[in-house]
């Protein structure tokens, strides 16, 4: 996938203005909340089921707010649910400096995972609508590129952060987010956008009517379910993983270990990307997603076989190429089945997926206080399993897709 310069020069102000600000947002968020399970499991001492609950709630809230996100950015227009939730976002981050309590920290991952339901359906909305056909493709995956260009940075930051107190990262984070809002403010005024709301007095958006168009695409629907079972595998990276490299009685120092593998998470996602989805954008996106969902399942069952941080690491590079073969075309997905006038909504409700977020740290969470770390395949089959149960609904999605076509 060659990117001339040409390319880069067209692409709109407002689109390079999310792509840094995603950079330096996912940066501030990577060096604080994976760390967040460690520190309430070791630092607070919560169990790892009550770990596991504080951590979810963040992604259940996600499930219930992001499709109001996306719709309520169709009605009443992007630049207002942008700046508002990314403002919001950085008073939530130094509400997390404040908190030393688990109740605390349960409130304040609510309010969080409130501004990213926000803020993310709404800016890829724009995304996909201030972009040329010609140039979404690379859009998305610079888009995907700078959150893996933040994650690089961001864990080994948090885990120096760590060791000079534990609300520094929290403040870090929050200085970035209050940049962020006012760059934001400064671009929509330098380059408003025509495209506020597509509601017309012929055609009003309507929450009943967007539900109606929603649960009438049944490709869409498919493809809702199959992925929400991808991201509850992917979802044990960020909960599940870092409690158990805690607990594992054959490893030491376990949360230095997770940052490693966070950062070669992001590494690995840099140098393979590009070549990935040149060679999966020959088929259809939702080819990319089946084969992804079987490297993710593949690797939570590799991970119950490791006992070394090297074997840990080894097993992160399979788990990353699935990864990007899941995330990478999603989003181009969403865009080419959406109709123009829902994009926000369809980028909303895709959100729903977020339900595979919440499951994740309960389920690996619970397996963990029952099994213990010792039993390390008791834990592991099951999260491969259930990340699995996609298959089914994307390859239903994908033979749907092929009889629309001939159709």
Not at 38 to 58: C, E, F, H, R
Not at 76 to 99: E, H, N, P, Q
Not at 218 to 230: A, D, K, N, Q, S
Request: glycine share 8%; hydrophobic share 50%.
């Amino acid at each position: 996938m060659r990117t001339s310069f040409l390319q880069l020069r067209g692409i709109h102000p407002l689109a390079w203005t999310i792509i840094v600000g995603t950079l330096f947002g996912r940066m501030a968020t990577s060096m604080s909340i994976p760390f967040l399970s460690i520190y309430l499991t070791q630092s607070l001492g919560a169990s790892p089921t009550q770990t596991g609950i504080t951590v979810a709630v963040s992604s259940l809230v996600g499930v219930f707010a992001s499709f109001y996100g996306g719709y309520i950015s169709d009605r009443i227009g992007r630049k207002k649910v942008m700046i508002l939730s990314i403002a919001g976002w950085s008073i939530v981050f130094f509400a997390f400096a404040a908190s030393n309590q688990i109740w605390m920290f349960f409130v304040v991952n609510t309010l969080n995972g409130l501004c990213r339901s926000l803020f993310e359906p709404t800016s890829r909305a724009l995304l996909s609508e201030v972009a040329p056909q010609e140039q979404k493709l690379l859009i998305f995956n610079m888009r995907y590129t700078a959150i893996n260009v933040g994650v690089v940075f961001g864990p080994l930051l948090g885990l120096w952060f760590s060791t000079n107190g534990s609300s520094s990262a929290f403040i870090m984070a929050g200085c970035i987010y209050v940049l962020y809002t006012v760059v934001l403010m400064f671009q929509f005024g330098k380059h408003p956008i025509h495209i506020e709301s597509t509601s017309t007095t012929e055609q009003r958006i309507t929450l009943k009517k967007a539900l109606r168009v929603i649960s009438q695409d049944r490709i869409f629907l498919y493809i809702l379910i199959g992925t929400t079972f991808c991201v509850l595998g992917y979802g044990h990276l960020n909960s599940t993983l870092p409690q158990y490299l805690a607990l594992v009685p054959d490893l030491h120092d376990g949360a230095t270990w997770f940052a490693y593998m966070l950062t070669l998470n992001a590494i690995t996602v840099l140098i393979v990307q590009y070549p990935l989805v040149k060679w999966a954008s020959r088929f259809a996106p939702v080819v990319s997603l089946i084969i992804g969902n079987i490297f993710v399942a593949t690797s939570l069952l590799l991970y119950g076989l490791a006992s070394t941080g090297l074997a840990f690491m080894i097993i992160t590079v399979i788990f990353t190429i699935g990864e990007v073969l899941l995330f990478t075309m999603m989003d181009m997905l969403i865009d080419r089945i959406a109709k123009p006038e829902w994009k926000g909504t369809y980028f909303g409700t895709i959100g729903f997926n977020n339900l595979g977020n919440v499951c994740a740290p309960i389920l690996g969470g619970f397996l963990l206080d029952v099994r213990g770390a010792q039993h390390s395949m008791q834990i592991f089959v099951p999260l491969a399993l259930t990340c699995a149960l996609g298959l089914p609904f994307l390859i239903g999605a994908y033979r749907r897709m092929n009889l629309s076509h001939k159709h």
